[in-house]
């Protein structure tokens, strides 16, 4: 059983890489060749039964001729045969139109997996970058201090990093568990009252211990209070002293103001 699960699994496995190198590009023209290819076959089908109606009406008419048609008139053979045609154009527009829209709704929601499967991909990638970062400076910290005696200073210094890159990782794996929690449908809204500026406070001293040489100018008043999700405004808040952080120059300071307007 277990080599099965095994043979399964590395199949599995297989089969997905394989799926990984193909181009997207090269799904959506085969995909597309394959419905042009099956339009065309439906047209073929329409055109052979409509030459089969009118090898039908002029046999009938050849046969009426002749006196052997029996109790057929021309008339009806005719109107046999007019049925028959709009019988055809019936069913054949009809699964046209069927073929048409399942092919557009099957082509948006494979692109919809796909694209999703590209950012599952791409968030495991960034996920694990980040979480890599924190372990290995906390490792490093906790092995500092076990091979050397250091001065308390030190030690005091190494502990404090430790724990800011303890708090770190555990922000990660909070947003880990919030995305998974919103992509099931699972998570419960919890609004409730916060000090949104020691909130502030707390986000902008954390990324200062991470980055000091990057300076921060801080305007935030005391005691703003804030109404809702405390976890996602400080989410989007750390997203914000983020990218800030990445996307200017080093030397330029990063500005975080917080205001109370009216109650906004």
């Not at 599995?12 to 290819?37: E, H, N």
């Not at 935030?220 to 976890?231: D, I, W």
Request: charged fraction near 25%.
């Amino acid at each position: 059983m277990f080599l099965m699960w095994d043979f399964e699994l590395k199949k599995s496995i297989k089969m997905k890489s394989l799926f990984d190198r193909i181009p997207l590009k090269m799904i959506i023209y085969v995909y597309w060749l394959l419905l042009l290819y099956l339009i065309a076959a439906l047209g073929w089908w329409y055109y052979e039964l409509d030459q089969q109606n009118d090898q039908m009406l002029a046999y009938q008419q050849e046969q009426i001729q002749k006196g052997y048609g029996g109790e057929i008139s021309l008339d009806e053979a005719q109107d046999a045969h007019s049925r028959n045609a709009k019988q055809f154009i019936g069913e054949g527009m009809t699964f046209l139109i069927f073929t048409v829209f399942g092919a557009i709704f099957v082509y948006g929601a494979v692109r919809r997996q796909i694209r999703y499967h590209l950012q599952q991909k791409n968030f495991m990638l960034a996920v694990t970058h980040e979480l890599k970062t924190p372990i290995a400076v906390t490792k490093l910290s906790l092995e500092t201090m076990k091979r050397h005696h250091l001065s308390e200073e030190k030690q005091q210094k190494l502990l404090g990093d430790a724990i800011n890159e303890t708090e770190r990782l555990d922000m990660l794996c909070n947003n880990i568990l919030l995305s998974s929690q919103m992509e099931s449908g699972g998570y419960q809204s919890n609004k409730q009252d916060f000090n949104c500026s020691n909130m502030t406070m707390i986000a902008v001293g954390s990324f200062a211990k991470r980055y000091p040489a990057r300076k921060f100018e801080i305007e935030v008043p005391e005691e703003v209070e804030c109404f809702g999700e405390e976890f996602l405004i400080r989410l989007v808040l750390n997203n914000l002293i983020e990218n800030a952080i990445k996307y200017t120059p080093n030397t330029s300071p990063i500005k975080v103001t917080l205001n109370d307007d009216n109650g906004e």
